[in-house]
């Protein structure tokens, strides 16, 4: 279960609240553990970024769909 909590909470900050000034510190900072982690989810981090990227490319009005949120359970 920990290592389910800690999985989300990197995938979630990783895609959704880390700024890429904020990763590149972390990549200072913890350059192996980033790494580990980034290789480790790679496929999560991959399907979240295909799902940001399609929703960007549709010409929906906004509203349509919600602007991009955390996914639970990742």
């Not at 000034?21 to 970024?49: F, P």
Request: net charge negative.
């Amino acid at each position: 279960m920990e290592n389910n909590l800690d999985k989300s909470n990197f995938i979630n900050w990783y895609c959704w609240y880390a700024t890429q000034d904020e990763i590149e510190k972390a990549k200072q900072c913890n350059r192996g553990t980033i790494n580990r982690l980034m290789n480790e989810y790679s496929y999560e981090i991959q399907k979240i970024e295909t799902a940001k990227d399609f929703y960007d490319s549709l010409s929906l009005p906004k509203g349509i769909i919600q602007e991009h949120h955390p996914l639970n359970g990742v």
